[in-house]
Every structure is written in structure tokens, then in C-alpha cells.
């Protein structure tokens, strides 16, 4: 991807006001909160680090997907759960609280496994094994852009809780907007690109979107958690942190390769649907088991 303002500067900037808006809605609690729910929150864990990228691989294998688009499938993979997953999870009458745990969490550990999946994604989608963009200087930058606007959030919230409150509600706005003009200004950047790989990569990342929002149902149920605390996890791993993935994909600072940001585009349009509709299946009969208390 051509150097630019946009790329340089907009994205960064964009990616730093949401992280904030995370901030704002976090405190020290949502991690301590780990241990109540030691097994909703390793369920979570483990279909999000482990399960995910291996079914994402195989998805990209599976559809054949060109090195640059599976390499860009395998980073959303490897990518925390959005903020937004927050918002789904209380309309699905999902376990919020699980949903805030589980991306406090996560935000950490992608600082180590996201760059170890994406440099084993470019080595085995493009033979990339001597050269590995992400080195530690690299992981040092996303945790500058990640998780220093996240602190700032907590350092607010904590300390002006006045202010906290009186700036969540302008910054979630502007994170939706940020979030719609990263989207918008990647694939204008790349129109020619999107337009060609849409049809392949767009069922692709339908089908990594249904197979991420399956494994996140069924296993917790599996584990006999509740339908509710189910709900929550199903959000938290369908809806991936796509403006992250666009970020370190399209950055000059870090990949600076605008075609594996078009899988996080698409999927980022595609999961606000999919997701949408999981929630008014499983909205009341969540509402009734919190009811009775099973």
C-alpha cells in the first residue's frame, strides 16, 4: 500500500480512539473478574487463541485463498474481540460483564499471539521465513497503539469518573465513525483489489465468520456453561477487533500491505449482520433462563 496520510497518520489516530473508548469502560476489576469465571473466561481463551486460527487455516486452505488474503484472514483471527461485541452481548441478553473480562484479557495476550500466528501465517502462506515483519520492535508498536490509549481509558475512569462518564458516550460515537471511515478509506484505497478478491475472500470470511460464531456457541455449552455466558463468548470471538486488523495490515509502521486488509473490511461488514441476527434467536431464551436462574 502507497505511503499516505490516511495510512500514516489517520489509522493510528482512528485505532488510539477506540482503544480509549475500551479504556473508559474498563477497571482493574475486569481482570481480577477472571477469577469468577476461571472456566467461562478459559472456554473463551482457548476457542479464541487456539481453536480460531486453526479453523481459520483451514478455511483459507480450503478456499484456496491467495497468499496476501489468507495471511490478512489469519491476522483478524488472530485479533481481540471488538468493543462492539460489549454492545451485541447486552441486546442478545448475554453475560456483558464475561464479554468485558474476556477482551481486557484478550487485549493482552494478542500482544504475544498475534504476531507469533501472523508470522507463522506468512511463512506458510508466503514462504516468508527469513524475513518476519513483526519483530519485537514491531510488537512494541502495537502495544504502543493498543494499549497505551487503553491505559489512558482506565487512568480517566478511575480518576475522574465525572469526565469517564461525561466522554463514553462521544468517544463510543466516534469510534463507530472512525470505525466506518478506516473501513471506507481501505477499500477506496484499494477499490481495484477489493473488487477483485470480494467474491472469494467475502465467502471466506462468511464462512470463517459462521464457523468463529459456532465454535463460540457450542463449546461453552459443551463445558455446561450457561446459554447466557454462551451468548457472551459467541459475540466476543464472532466479532473480532477488524479495525486492529486493518491497522497492523495496512500501516506503513507494520505490514504496509493494503490486500491483507481487505479481509478485515469485509468481515467487519459481514459480522455486524450475522451477529445482529444470533442475538434475536437467542435474546429470549436467554431472558428466560436468567429468569429462572438455571
Given at each position: 500500500m502507497e505511503q499516505s496520510i490516511a495510512t500514516t497518520v489517520f489509522?493510528?489516530?482512528?485505532?488510539?480512539?477506540i482503544m480509549l473508548g475500551l479504556g473508559l469502560s474498563l477497571t482493574l476489576d475486569d481482570f481480577r473478574r477472571v477469577l469468577v469465571y476461571p472456566r467461562a473466561v478459559l472456554v473463551?481463551?482457548?476457542?479464541?487463541?487456539?481453536?480460531?486460527?486453526?479453523?481459520c487455516f483451514g478455511i483459507a486452505r480450503a478456499f484456496e485463498l491467495p497468499g496476501e488474503l489468507a495471511v490478512g484472514l489469519m491476522l483478524l483471527a488472530a485479533s481481540p474481540?471488538?468493543?462492539?461485541?460489549?454492545?451485541?452481548?447486552?441486546?442478545?441478553?448475554?453475560?456483558?460483564?464475561?464479554?468485558?473480562?474476556?477482551?481486557?484479557?484478550?487485549?493482552?495476550?494478542?500482544?504475544?499471539?498475534?504476531?507469533?500466528?501472523?508470522?507463522?501465517?506468512?511463512?506458510a502462506f508466503m514462504g516468508e521465513g527469513k524475513v518476519i515483519p513483526l519483530q519485537f520492535a514491531k510488537v512494541l508498536q502495537v502495544f504502543a497503539i493498543v494499549l497505551i490509549p487503553v491505559a489512558i481509558g482506565m487512568v480517566i475512569k478511575s480518576k475522574k469518573p465525572a469526565l469517564?462518564?461525561?466522554?463514553?458516550?462521544?468517544?463510543?460515537l466516534a469510534s463507530a465513525v472512525f470505525l466506518a471511515m478506516v473501513i471506507v478509506s481501505v477499500v477506496a484505497k484499494d477499490w481495484a483489489k477489493f473488487v477483485a478478491f470480494f467474491g472469494?475472500?467475502?465467502?471466506?470470511?462468511?464462512?470463517?465468520?459462521?464457523?468463529?460464531?459456532?465454535?463460540?456457541?457450542?463449546?461453552?455449552?459443551l463445558a455446561r456453561l450457561p446459554r447466557w455466558q454462551a451468548t457472551a463468548i459467541t459475540m466476543e470471538i464472532g466479532i473480532h477487533n477488524g479495525t486492529l486488523a486493518i491497522a497492523i495490515a495496512a500501516s506503513p509502521l507494520l505490514l504496509n500491505n493494503g490486500t491483507m486488509a481487505i479481509p478485515a473490511a469485509v468481515y467487519s461488514l459481514i459480522m455486524l449482520v450475522t451477529a445482529a441476527g444470533f442475538g434475536w434467536l437467542v435474546a429470549s431464551g436467554n431472558e428466560r433462563e436468567r429468569e429462572h436462574g438455571s
Open positions: 489509522l493510528p489516530v482512528a485505532l488510539a480512539v473463551g481463551l482457548l476457542c479464541q487463541t487456539v481453536i480460531l486460527p486453526l479453523v474481540g471488538g468493543p462492539t461485541a460489549n454492545l451485541y452481548s447486552h441486546l442478545a441478553r448475554g453475560d456483558v460483564a464475561l464479554n468485558i473480562t474476556l477482551t481486557a484479557t484478550n487485549s493482552i495476550l494478542s500482544l504475544f499471539t498475534l504476531p507469533f500466528v501472523v508470522n507463522l501465517s506468512l511463512e469517564s462518564r461525561g466522554l463514553e458516550r462521544p468517544v463510543k472469494q475472500v467475502g465467502l471466506a470470511a462468511l464462512a470463517f465468520n459462521l464457523a468463529s460464531m459456532s465454535v463460540g456457541f457450542v463449546a461453552p455449552l
